[in-house]
């Protein structure tokens, strides 16, 4: 039995399940958990959760009956699914945790494809993230160590090695951020069944259920059956190419492994990893608090690939809440004394044509020339430059946008100055900001629905690894100027409609409470380290610990 740095003070608020604590020895043990289990379910938005709360049956219904926080915050700019994950288990802004973006540019890289993922490593030879040009396109090595700082898991392990860390997660960033480099077991998807980490056994169980996930994509689905309270939000919206969404109910033809991804059976298979995990591995049956993290992807294909508003949305808020319903009473028949928390990596919004229809009429799609090339371009004509060089670097259309290397300071600064000049003149952009003024900016506290749009640029914000400025779109621009790829929506923005997640808890006997102040994703981590006797120096975190005892005592100590 480990020595505890705290003894939490639950006393008498928080009950705990029968048999577990026939395994605690003292006094203090009896407060912690047997099992932490952190879900994230991708792109779950405040609105999503207020909007489909009443129609919860399962493990979204318990999570609502717990400590309810249902403005919790992703606080910063870049609301994209690597830095929004890596905040909820380390307790820090993606700035500090170095998780600026799901992809960046690092230019004094040595390989040619200069875009480097969240969760890659790009020092291995060979490997390549995304450039379509290179041989070896797609062919990287997933990994934490872009992640500065440890997770929950991994400094649950420092104090108690016994103790075991495991992630799941439809998205191997997913995975990675919230488990840490440093798990016991980690899966993610990969084309048709579950992966785990180069030079890992698959645990037979996981094994098992690739076959069986073979067999299901191999077979045709029949169209889920459409609930009553769906019916009102089936509509056919179109988007161009002829294609439309909002009237879709998952069938599939044989074969299709990527529309399986973007359905309800993805979140299906990845609760049947952690179900399996949980009975192989004996999760939360052991002396020491495990830790359990699981990032449910199926939201997130479904948003992009559908939008939020239309029956799709409506059907997968339904198997989602009886998903986390699976988990929960594979847990509760075996007596695991666990704590849950459910958050998201970040929120979302709709398409812009179902949007203009239903009271946003200045909802667009971004001007296909606003990028860094058609900037560069404009930038070129108007200095005179005549070197073949690329003189813009960015990713995607907004965010973090980077002047080449190869220029003298001098025009450097002068390519930067007439790219920003472009970029606020163009009536899409709300602001740039100067990453050079965010160097000397202190991380921002107080209110976090007030924090000004440079503010919350600041916490995505690392020296090494931004962008020399960031590029902020204005409210409802939906920065997908073609939906030809099968993307119709998306998230990224530093809008409350992106930022804002729902932050639950839950565990037996904890008294029920809502509490509609503000909160931030990066409390979670504290929270769940006091329940788990964790002690996290002050400096080393930019949340705080919550106090979910609904009374006198608090968890907090
Ligand atoms: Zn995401």
Same mark, same amino acid.
């Given at each position: 039995?480990?020595?505890?740095?705290?003894?939490?003070?639950?006393?008498?608020?928080?009950?705990?399940?029968?048999?577990?604590?026939?395994?605690?020895? =003292?006094?203090?043990?009896?407060?912690?958990?047997?099992?932490?289990?952190?879900?994230?379910?991708?792109?779950? !938005?405040?609105?999503?959760?207020?909007e489909y709360? !009443?129609?919860?049956?399962?493990?979204?219904?318990?999570?609502?009956?717990?400590?309810?926080?249902?403005?919790?915050?992703?606080?910063?700019?870049?609301?994209?699914?690597?830095?929004?994950?890596?905040?909820?288990?380390?307790?820090?802004?993606?700035?500090?945790?170095?998780?600026?973006?799901? =992809?960046?540019?690092? %230019?004094?890289?040595?390989?040619?494809?200069?875009?480097?993922?969240?969760?890659?490593?790009?020092?291995?030879?060979?490997?390549?993230?995304?450039?379509?040009?290179?041989?070896?396109?797609?062919?990287?090595?997933?990994?934490?160590?872009? %992640?500065?700082?440890?997770?929950?898991?991994?400094?649950?392990?420092?104090?108690?090695?016994?103790?075991?860390?495991? $992630?799941?997660?439809?998205?191997?960033?997913?995975?990675?951020?919230?488990?840490?480099?440093?798990?016991?077991?980690?899966?993610?998807?990969?084309?048709?069944?579950?992966?785990?980490?180069?030079?890992?056994?698959?645990?037979?169980?996981?094994?098992?259920?690739?076959?069986?996930?073979?067999?299901?994509?191999? #077979?045709?689905?029949?169209?889920?059956?459409v609930p009553q309270h769906c019916e009102a939000r089936t509509q #056919?919206?179109?988007?161009?190419?002829?294609?439309?969404?909002g009237d879709?109910?998952?069938?599939?033809?044989?074969?299709?492994?990527?529309?399986?991804?973007?359905?309800?059976?993805?979140?299906?298979?990845?609760?049947?990893?952690?179900?399996?995990?949980?009975?192989?591995?004996?999760?939360?049956?052991?002396?020491?608090?495990?830790? %359990?993290?699981?990032?449910?992807?199926?939201?997130?294909?479904?948003?992009? $690939?559908?939008g939020t508003a239309g029956l799709e949305m409506c059907i997968?808020m339904?198997?989602?809440?009886?998903?986390?319903?699976?988990?929960?009473?594979?847990?509760?028949? #075996?007596?695991?004394?666990?704590?849950?928390?459910?958050? $998201?990596?970040?929120?979302?919004?709709?398409?812009?044509?179902r949007?203009?229809?239903q009271?946003?009429?200045?909802?667009?799609?971004?001007?296909?020339?606003?990028?860094?090339?058609?900037?560069?371009?404009?930038?070129?004509?108007?200095?005179?430059?005549?070197?073949?060089?690329?003189?813009?670097?960015?990713?995607?259309?907004?965010?973090?946008?980077?002047?080449?290397? =190869?220029?003298?300071?001098?025009?450097?600064?002068?390519?930067?100055?007439?790219?920003?000049?472009?970029?606020? $003149?163009?009536?899409?952009?709300?602001?740039?900001?100067?990453?050079?003024?965010?160097?000397?900016?202190?991380?921002?506290?107080?209110?976090?629905?007030?924090?000004?749009?440079?503010?919350?640029?600041?916490?995505?914000?690392?020296?090494?690894?931004?962008?020399?400025?960031?590029?902020?779109?204005?409210?409802?621009?939906?920065?997908?100027?073609?939906?030809?790829?099968?993307?119709?929506?998306?998230?990224? !923005?530093?809008?409350?409609?992106?930022?804002?997640?729902?932050?639950?808890?839950?565990?037996?006997?904890?008294?029920?409470?809502?509490?509609?102040?503000?909160?931030?994703?990066?409390?979670?981590?504290?929270?769940?380290?006091?329940?788990?006797?964790?002690?996290?120096?002050?400096?080393?975190?930019?949340?705080?610990?919550?106090?979910?005892?609904?009374?006198?005592?608090?968890?907090?100590?």
């Amino acid at each position: 039995m480990r020595k505890l740095s705290i003894v939490t003070a639950l006393t008498g608020l928080i009950a705990f399940g029968g048999t577990a604590s026939a395994e605690h020895h =003292n006094e203090a043990d009896a407060d912690q958990p047997k099992l932490i289990v952190a879900i994230s379910v991708d792109q779950l !938005s405040a609105d999503l959760f207020a909007e489909y709360r !009443s129609v919860f049956t399962a493990g979204l219904k318990r999570l609502s009956q717990g400590a309810v926080f249902p403005n919790g915050y992703q606080s910063h700019a870049a609301t994209e699914t690597c830095p929004g994950h890596a905040t909820i288990m380390t307790g820090v802004h993606p700035g500090r945790a170095g998780i600026i973006a799901n =992809n960046w540019i690092d %230019l004094s890289i040595g390989r040619d494809d200069k875009t480097v993922y969240c969760a890659e490593d790009e020092r291995i030879e060979g490997t390549s993230f995304g450039d379509i040009t290179a041989a070896t396109q797609g062919d990287y090595v997933p990994s934490a160590w872009h %992640l500065l700082v440890p997770t929950l898991g991994e400094r649950v392990k420092l104090v108690s090695p016994e103790s075991q860390n495991v $992630a799941v997660s439809g998205k191997d960033r997913g995975a990675l951020m919230m488990g840490g480099g440093k798990t016991d077991a980690i899966y993610w998807w990969k084309g048709k069944g579950f992966e785990t980490q180069a030079g890992r056994a698959l645990d037979p169980v996981v094994a098992a259920i690739n076959a069986d996930i073979a067999g299901t994509i191999d #077979k045709a689905r029949a169209p889920y059956a459409v609930p009553q309270h769906c019916e009102a939000r089936t509509q #056919k919206i179109g988007h161009g190419n002829g294609k439309s969404v909002g009237d879709y109910a998952f069938q599939r033809p044989e074969g299709a492994s990527r529309i399986f991804r973007g359905s309800p059976d993805f979140d299906h298979v990845t609760i049947n990893v952690a179900n399996g995990l949980v009975d192989s591995m004996k999760l939360g049956q052991g002396k020491a608090t495990d830790i %359990l993290s699981v990032s449910l992807s199926a939201t997130d294909y479904i948003g992009h $690939a559908f939008g939020t508003a239309g029956l799709e949305m409506c059907i997968q808020m339904g198997e989602l809440d009886r998903q986390i319903g699976r988990l929960f009473k594979n847990l509760d028949e #075996k007596n695991i004394d666990y704590v849950a928390v459910l958050t $998201a990596d970040h929120g979302g919004h709709d398409l812009p044509e179902r949007l203009i229809i239903q009271g946003v009429p200045d909802a667009e799609r971004i001007d296909p020339m606003l990028n860094a090339k058609g900037i560069a371009t404009q930038v070129r004509e108007n200095l005179g430059i005549e070197t073949e060089d690329q003189l813009l670097y960015a990713d995607s259309p907004f965010g973090d946008y980077y002047v080449s290397l =190869n220029l003298a300071p001098e025009q450097k600064a002068r390519v930067k100055t007439e790219a920003m000049r472009l970029l606020r $003149a163009h009536r899409q952009v709300q602001t740039i900001v100067d990453g050079a003024d965010l160097e000397d900016m202190p991380m921002p506290t107080g209110a976090v629905e007030e924090w000004s749009l440079a503010e919350r640029a600041r916490a995505s914000y690392h020296p090494d690894r931004s962008g020399d400025f960031i590029v902020l779109l204005k409210r409802a621009v939906t920065p997908i100027a073609s939906t030809a790829r099968g993307y119709v929506a998306t998230h990224g !923005s530093p809008w409350d409609y992106d930022r804002r997640v729902p932050i639950l808890f839950w565990r037996q006997g904890l008294q029920h409470f809502e509490q509609p102040m503000s909160v931030k994703t990066v409390d979670i981590a504290p929270t769940l380290a006091s329940m788990a006797g964790i002690k996290i120096p002050a400096d080393e975190i930019d949340g705080r610990c919550l106090d979910i005892d609904n009374g006198p005592g608090s968890n907090c100590k």
